[in-house]
């Protein structure tokens, strides 16, 4: 009997029984050894006495040992600070300001029910429109001016 023909005959057995019910429940079957974890000991972190801090103003609270309290500080991340913001050019100032206040002036004349004039009007959407034209335009979406023939892999 050829390998090929054996691997045939399983995939015969497998079709044949495919509607089948099964013999054994699945609850019934026993968990495999090889599933077991072992459970890890509890470890305690202590820090030699000159890193302790000791605090006389607070009191310990009740249940919370140092233990405990130490675990909670280890893995307590702090992120370093942002870089900071870059600094905008005079016309992206203000298309930022032209796109958010076109629409702002236009809320608050609605909420103070001011009486709005046509051009006041048109002046708002157009700075509004003009904004984001703007921003779009100076967004800049092609290649850096450093780029050789080679747009590999950019770090």
Known sequence: M??????DEVWRQIVASFNETAERDSADQPWPDSENVPEEPTRRVVRPPEFREVD??????????EPEREEEEEGHYVPPPP?????LDLPTKLAWVALFGGPAYLLLAAMAEWEMEGWALFTA?????????ALVVRMGDGPPNDSGWDD???L
Not at 2 to 7: A, L, Y
Not at 56 to 65: C, F, I, R
Not at 125 to 133: C, R
């Open 2 to 7: 050829t390998p090929q023909s054996d691997e």
């Open 56 to 65: 006389t103003d607070l009191a310990e609270p009740e249940g919370e040992t």
């Open 83 to 87: 870089p900071p913001l870059p600094k």
């Open 125 to 133: 959407v157009a700075a509004f429109i003009g904004g984001f034209v």
């Open 152 to 154: 590999g892999a950019v």
